[in-house]
């Protein structure tokens, strides 16, 4: 049973187009997150929701907005991609949100590439 | 402003020790985090250190000096499948985690 899941894998696009990614975490944790990792591998993380509230959002473009139906639930959605927008986006989860031993459960990254 | 400092590469030997070293730069500290990335898979959870000293679980040990800002992964009995980039990570006074870039671990027969 995968803990934290995210689909698709792999996802390639023309720029303009909106598009999805959507994660699942079957550990009961109360907070789910979006990070981006770029080319030079650097995680920045985007969004993260406890218990279906946003919590953080660092100066992400607003073309980019998460959508929690549920707290075992944090999808992406994207409009009007763009070539930057290219790489690698994880999902993790955690319980709790303000511990000091957060431990991530990450998602196995879903790879935009925008053409 | 903040910032996480660790090697770009490293390259070992196989049935070796290596020390992978991370400096912090952080508004407050809540602990600091090591995770293990294989390449095209997700980053893992390894070690998490709060208070001064080693940490040691099996064949990896993490320590930590807040007086210094500063950390290290130390691996020991090197093997190939321990080639991957370590990812290091401090904890701020907001719970907010700021991300090394990492460092590739090149383990060599």
């Known amino acids: 049973d995968t803990a934290v899941s995210q689909t698709p894998k792999y996802l390639v696009t023309q720029m303009g187009n909106d598009k999805s990614i959507k994660c699942e975490q079957n550990l009961g944790h109360d907070t789910m997150y979006w990070y981006k990792q770029d080319s030079k591998k650097f995680l920045k993380i985007m969004f993260s929701?406890?218990?279906?509230?946003?919590?953080i959002n660092e100066t992400v473009p607003n073309r980019f907005s998460p959508k929690s139906p549920d707290k075992a639930h944090l999808n992406l959605h994207i409009n009007s991609l763009e070539l930057g927008d290219s790489a690698v986006y994880f999902c993790?989860?955690?319980?709790?949100?303000?511990?000091?031993?957060?431990?991530?459960?990450f998602g196995a990254g879903s790879r935009l590439t925008v053409l | 402003g903040q910032n996480i400092d660790q090697p770009t590469e490293m390259t070992a030997t196989e049935g070796a020790i290596v020390q992978i070293n991370c400096t912090y730069q952080?508004?407050?500290?809540?602990?600091l985090f090591w995770y293990q990335q294989h390449a095209g898979e997700a980053p893992t959870f390894l070690s998490y250190n709060v208070l001064d000293g080693l940490e040691e679980k099996g064949r990896f040990s993490s320590f930590l000096s807040r007086s210094k800002g500063y950390s290290y992964l130390l691996l020991k009995e090197l093997q190939m499948k321990d080639s991957a980039s370590y990812l290091c990570?401090?904890?701020?006074?907001?719970?907010?985690?700021?991300w090394g870039a990492g460092t590739k671990l090149i383990i060599k027969p």
């Open positions: 952080t508004s407050g500290f809540n602990g």
């Open positions: 993790a989860s955690s319980q709790g949100e303000h511990s000091g031993a957060n431990v991530l459960t």
């Open positions: 929701y406890n218990n279906k509230e946003l919590i």
């Open positions: 990570a401090a904890m701020d006074s907001n719970y907010q985690l700021i």
